[in-house]
């Protein structure tokens, strides 16, 4: 089993910027790499980035291309999520996700989630 914590959910106003972290526990040695979703209010739950533990290869929603970054720190078992420029569109509770599947076939774990509220 791996367990997933998120952690850096706020509140800020729009244009400002956050980083979420994921870190994961247990069996840790099993996960391929981690990634982000989130889902917002009356919306279905959407994909934001993945990141390998090799940290390679990346991936980005086309709506957060440019102002999110996905990055990790293997050491901490830890993902992140620097999100920049925040917009009224991006509002949710973000979910940490993490897959054991090199193709992205499955997500085995998933964090409890983080609310990211912006004020505009």
């Known amino acids: 089993q791996v367990q997933l914590v998120e952690a850096g959910g706020g509140l800020v106003q729009a244009g400002g910027s956050l980083r979420l972290s994921c870190t994961a526990s247990g069996r840790t040695f099993r996960i391929y790499g981690m990634g982000w979703f989130r889902q917002a209010p009356g919306k279905e739950r959407e994909f934001v980035a993945r990141i390998s533990w090799s940290g390679l290869p990346t991936a980005y929603a086309d709506s957060v291309k440019g102002r999110f970054t996905i990055s990790r720190d293997t050491a901490k078992n830890t993902v992140y999520l620097q999100m920049n420029s925040l917009q009224p569109e991006d509002p949710a509770v973000y979910y940490c996700?993490?897959?054991?599947?090199?193709?992205?076939?499955?997500?085995?774990?998933w964090g409890q989630g983080t609310p990211v509220t912006v004020s505009s």
């Open positions: 996700v993490a897959s054991k599947d090199s193709t992205w076939s499955a997500y085995d774990s």
